[in-house]
Each structure stands twice: as C-alpha cells, then as structure tokens.
C-alpha cells in the first residue's frame, strides 16, 4: 500500500467518529420530515414522533459530552533562546533538517520523556502552535548525541514522509484518544447513582466506536512511530538513537525511585532538600547506581503499555534501529545533554518551584544536607503514632511504647493484640498457627520499626545516608559508640537484632534478648509453652 493511500485509510475510521452523534440525528430528522410530508397525523404518527424525540435527547445530550478535556498545561520551566542558545540551536538544526516548523517555545519538565504539543483547532483540524516539552532526566541521564535522536523523533512526528494527511490523522487520533479517556474518567465519577448511569449509557457509543478507531488505525501509528525512529537515526546516528531507546525504561524507573526514596521521602513533612537539591541530586544517583540500570537496558518490554498505544513496543522499535546499517556515528556526541544548559543551577531552582506545590502549611521547610533529610524524616517516621501496631496497643493498653509491647508479649497476649492488625479477610478467618503464619510478617515489621523508634528516642540511633545503596540505620550503646556487629550493629545486616526480634515473634517467644539489646532490663518470665 502506497503513502498516497495509507494515510487516508487511516483518516476515514477517525473522521467517523464525529459522526456517531450527527448521522443518526440526521436520519431520525429526516424521518420526521417524510412523515410530516406524508400528511399522516394519526394515533401512529404521534407514537413515531414521541419515538423519536426519546431517540433525539440522548444522542443530543452524548454529542454535547464529546469534547476533549482542556489541556493542561504541564508544570515546568520556559527555556528561551537568549537564556539556552546552546540547546535552542541544536532544537533549530533538528527542525530545519526534518524539515518541520521550529517549536515556539520550550518547556522544561519533571517528567521522563519529550513530547510535541500543539494547541490545534476545530477538534483537532487546523494545526496550531508548537511546544516541545523536554523531561529534565533526559538531560541527566543522555548524552548529547542521544538527546538529539530524542528531540528528532519527536520533531519528526510532524515532517513531511509521507502526505499531508498524514499529521492531520495523528492529531484526530490524539484528540479521539484524550476524549475517550476523559468519557471513561467520567464514567467512573461519582455522583447520584442514576447520573451515573445516565452519562455511562450516554457515552459507550462514543467510548466503542473511538476504541474501534485507534485500534483500526493502531498500524498506522505504529509506521508513523517507526519512521521518526529512523529520521532519528539519520539525524542522531543509529548506535545514539538505540541506545536512547535503551536508556528509556531504567531513566522512568530511577527517577521514580529517586523522588520516593530521597527527594520527596519527607514532603509530606512539608521537609525538602537543599536548595536547588531536589532535582540537582538525580544525577549523583545515576552514577553510583549504574550497575542497577544495566538490566533495563538490556531486557526490554516486548508488549507495548495498552492495545491503543501509538507506541509499538519498545524491543521492537529498537531491535528495527539496530538492524540498519551501520552508520560509523558510534564515537559522536558522547559528552553528558546536561552540559548543553547554561546556568543550570538557576535552572534546577526554578524547576523546583515551578513542579512542587506548595504545601498546606504554605512554606517548605528545608535540610541543611542529604544526610540532615534522611535524619529527620526517618525519625518523624518512626515517631509516626498511627502506625499499626502503635494504635493497636494504644486502644487496647493506653501507651504504645516498646517496653508495653514487651509486655504484652511475655504476658502472653500479642496475638489477641494482632486482631486490631489490618489484615486480609483470609487471614482474620484463618486459625491458631496458620492465623499467626499469615500475620507474623506485618508483626515482625511493626516490631523492628517500633524497636528503631525506641533507639532513636534515647539517642542511640544514627542513620548513614548513601548513594550506592539503602540507607544504614546504626544502633549505638549508651556512650554512643556502634554496638559491635554481635550486639546489633547495622539495620540491614544486624543478626543480633534480627534473632532477637525473631525470638520475640516464636511460637515459644522469648524477649530476653530484645530486652538485653535495648537495655529495658527483664521482664517477666513468658508462659511456658508460649501459645494462646
């Protein structure tokens, strides 16, 4: 099939979309108006009429609901040409060699990826400005010559390979998609139960017919994706456009990791890092991590994300780009994208203001060092009294405190205790050793966190932050000093502590030495065979 036909084989299902309102309105009008011409005004007549004005109302009402939400616009950082010449430049060369109009503006994000957008018109049919977005972990994580294989691909969705159809089709499959989502959305809102129902039944001719449109139209996405790849590779090279490709999935991966687990991890406590930290810090991760990332790059996802991604799989898209010939580009460009930015730590604060709300309080409070975030917010998570095994003691005893839930357990009483757990229906039904099988995980984590929190109360706990691996929680004696490496030691690798805490939870619990390692003295003898 040639291009001069393909595009509008792929136009015609996406045009008929608009039509699943209108074309039945049309023909129920125009079948009042042959019945009005007919001259019949009987008992029939009026019942016909009737029919079709209840037919009319709804389709009506569907029509009015079938309108794209409104765009948001993405939160980031307007890069000007006078502030980035360097990286407006290569935007300018991509563009001029792809033969498609230079974007009007640059909008850095926090997200993982670029995009293309364009503000069009008429549902889709008459282009717009241009936006490119552009994901600050791609400027971490990519080299100059694979940002560039990203920024073609994303230029080339709109050059000319084809016909003039063919951008006119991806923007009608764009805005059909966003419709569809935003009537699915909808239909999962909540409301009056009849509302709902009324705008379910209202939208699934419309969700149906787009659904049967992206997906008819699925392979001609899927061509228009993998000829950006290889204007990409023409204009990148093809060992840069693949690796990019590659680089893709461990980026999204780590990135998340990051906010979680270091940026982000006490933003809830309105606490953030360092000025110009939040994001300045992706990078340190990257490097001290890029072992980890080596399986990402290399096991690939072979299905694509849902059945109407215009995206073909990953593995597929760069197993096409590696079996081009080769180019002999494979030494260009290997200098790290970040280097591109003037001025990046202006760039990194205005970033972090522009991505993160502000909290209820109105102000972020901030660290004085990685280090000092990992210290405060770990032990406000430790403190945290709504934890599960804190608010179980609470209700039953008055005082959640480690040496009430020693207690508890010498008097025999934990596993009546653990009914106040969160847990699922099976194990609330399930019986003597099999119940105390299922619950013993949650218990033994809420122990180890309670233990940690009592450590960190008398100041017998340090925590040493790291790049290359998790956080190490330190158990000091009473002088201060690490305990030795039998005593308790580190918290990920501390036997005496894990044995103890294990002693604790047995059949037969024995909280001796948890009582000898936090130096809360003895308790009182448990029951014998130690079963309730």
Not at 167 to 172: D, E, I, N, V
């Amino acid at each position: 099939m040639g291009a001069f036909t393909r595009a509008p084989r792929a136009l015609v299902p996406l045009a008929g979309f608009f039509l699943v309102g209108p074309v039945p309105l049309a023909l129920l009008a125009l079948g009042d108006w042959a019945l009005a011409a007919s001259g019949r005004h009987g008992s029939g007549a009026i019942l016909l009429y009737a029919l079709s004005a209840v037919l009319a109302v709804p389709l009506a009402c569907g029509l009015a609901r079938v309108r794209a939400p409104r765009r948001e616009e993405p939160h980031g950082v307007v890069l000007t040409p006078e502030a980035q010449p360097r990286l407006w430049e290569l935007v300018r060369a991509l563009a001029e060699a792809a033969g498609t109009r230079v974007p009007a503006r640059l909008l850095l994000t926090a997200d993982v990826g670029a995009a293309l957008g364009e503000r069009t018109r008429l549902l889709g049919l008459v282009p717009g400005r241009r936006e490119l977005y552009l994901g600050f972990p791609l400027l971490q994580g990519l080299t100059e010559a694979q940002l560039r294989a990203v920024l073609a691909h994303e230029l080339g969705h709109d050059a000319p390979a084809d016909t003039r159809v063919s951008p006119l089709a991806s923007r009608l499959r764009t805005h059909i998609s966003r419709v569809v989502a935003h009537l699915r959305a909808g239909d999962a809102g909540g409301g009056a139960r009849w509302r709902a129902s009324w705008r379910r039944w209202l939208a699934k001719p419309y969700i149906g017919y787009g659904s049967f449109a992206l997906r008819v139209t699925l392979r001609d996405a899927h061509r228009r994706e993998y000829a950006a790849d290889r204007l990409a590779a023409r204009l990148a090279g093809r060992a840069a456009t693949a690796a990019a490709l590659r680089e893709l999935p461990g980026l999204e991966t780590s990135f998340a990791f990051y906010l979680d687990r270091y940026a982000l991890a006490a933003a809830d406590q309105g606490l953030l890092p360092p000025r110009g930290e939040v994001f300045g810090g992706y990078g340190r991760l990257l490097d001290a991590r890029q072992l980890e990332l080596v399986p990402m790059r290399t096991e690939l996802p072979e299905v694509a994300a849902s059945p109407y991604d215009a995206h073909p799989p990953l593995a597929a898209r760069v197993r096409r780009v590696e079996e081009a010939a080769d180019d002999g580009r494979a030494d260009e460009g290997r200098a790290a994208a970040f280097a591109l930015l003037d001025g990046p730590e202006a760039v990194l604060i205005a970033l972090e203001d522009a991505a993160l709300k502000v909290p209820s309080s109105g102000t972020w409070s901030r660290a004085a060092d990685w280090p000092d975030l990992l210290t405060r917010s770990m032990n406000a998570l430790l403190g945290d009294q709504n934890a599960p095994l804190p608010r179980a003691l609470r209700r039953e005893k008055g005082t959640a405190g480690l040496p009430t839930l020693l207690s508890v357990i010498e008097a025999g009483e934990l596993w009546e205790l653990a009914r106040h757990l969160p847990a699922s229906a099976g194990t609330r039904a399930a019986k003597g050793r099999a119940r105390r099988a299922m619950l013993r995980p949650l218990l033994r984590a809420q122990l180890h966190r309670m233990v940690l929190a009592d450590f960190a109360v008398r100041g017998r706990l340090r925590w040493e932050f790291s790049w290359e691996g998790p956080h190490a929680a330190v158990l000091t004696g009473e002088g201060g000093a690490p305990l030795e490496a039998g005593e308790g030691g580190r918290e990920d690798g501390a036997p005496a502590l894990e044995d103890a805490i294990d002693a604790a939870l047995a059949d037969r619990p024995d909280t001796g030495p948890l009582r000898a390692l936090c130096a809360l003295g003895n308790g009182p003898q448990a029951p014998k065979d130690g079963l309730v």
